[in-house]
């Protein structure tokens, strides 16, 4: 049931998720102006400093939601390509980590003078979005209505991620020494 919640199991094509990744822009648009208003009303302008704003509860909870809501529709997306979201997420994580390290250890391959990417990060980012955005799915866009509904070939083949649950949950990933 946990794969659901976070969307690993579920599947969603090209164009829910592009509208959906416009609903959550349109969301967090509203909830950020709402965040503002509620900021600006308590204090003056003169005296909003952006240290005050760090430590706001509401500001933690919508990074933590968009976190969590972008992480969600990306799985579901990269489960209807016919990739793995539990590598394709940590490979694409760890290569951001890698990019942000390599970019302020060497600040001439840096974009920008914050030292927070390189050139190769924001690329792969750019191919990654396309991707998600453009790459057709494992099967045809119509073949299925339900995005929690399972595919076609999972009935008659486990996935991929289905069979290392199965190998953990009955002990069988643990190595055997000996």
Known sequence: MLGFVFGL???LGRLHFFFATVALAIVMTAICFAIAMAALRTTS???VRAEDLTHHWAIVGAMVFFGL???MLQSMRIRDIGWDPVCVIPAWIALMVVDHV???RFPAWAIGGEHQGTTVGALV???LM???TFWPGAESEG???NPFEPPARAVTKPSTSDQRLARVSQGGARPTWG
């Open 125 to 127: 980012n750019l191919a």
């Open 45 to 47: 302008p003169s005296m």
């Open 143 to 145: 073949a299925y209505s």
């Open 69 to 71: 809501a972008t992480f």
């Open 102 to 104: 390599v970019a302020g």
């Open 130 to 132: 396309l991707a998600l």
């Open 9 to 11: 199991n579920a599947r």
